[in-house]
């Protein structure tokens, strides 16, 4: 092979894996991308209002759709979804279903271990942004290996998790808080019965 074709090919590799910065597969269905955005969304994500008055209380943790405004903006913007498309094996796109903000305080029990629901006929990719995290509780999974896995959540970073892949769940917060944004990546627009019932669980509350 030509040296220059050598060199040049070895240039793009080094590229590709400069642009793609610290984002890492942590199995076939998992993958972890730190400092997501940049520092400036990330200062107009924090400014979201966390007034616990205006969220649906689930026991141990607070919820609510976000409606469309800044943080769609930012987060479906092609510049990150070019970030998530780079770690993620298929090809995806913005769910309609709405982006929700969620805070677990202090004491709370976190998430038993689950698979998440399908809610299309191909498997979405569920995304965690970690808005703030003060607490000690951490995300595990369960890889193909049955090797447990287990990671602190960083702020700024993105968490995805694919729909019915590993088992995961979220360790109890003993203090501080955890507050995040669960953000759909879909494969396709065909939804299910299981992505109906997830809406009404924001309409019957």
């Known amino acids: 092979m030509n040296r220059n074709i050598i060199l040049l090919l070895i240039v793009i590799i080094i590229l590709f894996f400069f642009y793609l910065g ?3 597969q942590e199995g ?3 993958f972890y991308i730190p400092n997501f955005l940049d520092e400036e969304d990330h200062k107009q994500i924090l400014e979201l209002d966390k ?10 943790r607070y919820s609510k759709p976000l409606e469309n ?11 990150y979804l070019d970030k998530v498309k780079r770690v993620i094996p298929n090809e ?9 903000h969620r805070y677990y305080p202090s004491e709370s029990s976190g998430m038993q ?14 995304g965690i ?13 369960i890889d193909k290996d049955n090797k447990i896995h287990s990671l602190w959540t960083e702020p700024n970073s993105l968490l995805i998790v694919k729909a019915q892949g590993s088992p995961h769940h979220v ?16 494969q396709t627009n065909e939804t299910n019965k299981n992505y109906d019932d997830e809406m009404k669980r924001f309409k019957d509350k």
């Not at 271990?113 to 569920?126: A, C, I, S, T």
């Not at 942004?129 to 999974?141: A, K």
């Open 22 to 24: 610290d984002a890492k």
């Open 28 to 30: 076939p269905d998992v």
């Open 51 to 60: 007034n616990k008055k205006d969220f649906i209380f689930e026991e141990f």
């Open 69 to 79: 405004g800044i943080s769609y903006d930012i987060l479906y913007s092609d510049k």
């Open 92 to 100: 995806i796109f913005p769910s309609e279903f709405p982006i929700e």
């Open 113 to 126: 271990w689950h698979k998440d629901l399908l809610m299309y006929k191909e498997p979405q990719y569920e």
């Open 129 to 141: 942004f970690t808005i703030r995290n003060t607490s000690e509780s951490v995300t595990e999974w």
């Open 171 to 186: 360790t109890p917060i003993v203090k501080g808080s955890r507050e995040i944004l669960k953000i759909i990546y879909t």
